[in-house]
């Protein structure tokens, strides 16, 4: 089994999720993550923090799918309460999207706090 350190400088490299979505357009970068996602599921907590990069990618898309990026924003806060910090940058995207989206879709309830 992996060191933490170790998978920390493979997430955080460049061939990791964040290394990934750094560069190159996000439709590019999709089909990079995807793969780095089922890499690190065994790691739960790399594993989410994959999955904030994912929903963010899936928002930058030239035809944004903001329903897919809150679904797994949701899903992260809802499945990953273990680890705040992930659960705080969850929340957090799930805001930016929230608001974003609810200037031109009134269905759009944007959180509190």
Known sequence: MRRASEIQKLF???????GVLARGKPSTNRCY???ITSDFSTYKYWGAKSFIIMAKNYYALENSD??????????IIKNFPQFEDVIN???NELK???L??????????????
Do not use: F, H, V
């Not at 329903?67 to 924003?73: D, H, K, N, S």
């Not at 974003?100 to 706090?113: D, H, L, R, V």
């Open 89 to 91: 940058d969850a929340k």
């Open 96 to 98: 930016k999207i929230k």
């Open 12 to 18: 955080l490299g460049e061939g990791g999720p964040s």
């Open 66 to 75: 903001p329903y897919q990026a809150t679904y797994i924003l949701e899903n």
């Open 33 to 35: 993550i995807r793969p």
């Open 100 to 113: 974003k989206e609810s200037k031109t879709n009134n269905s759009i309830t944007t959180p509190k706090n």
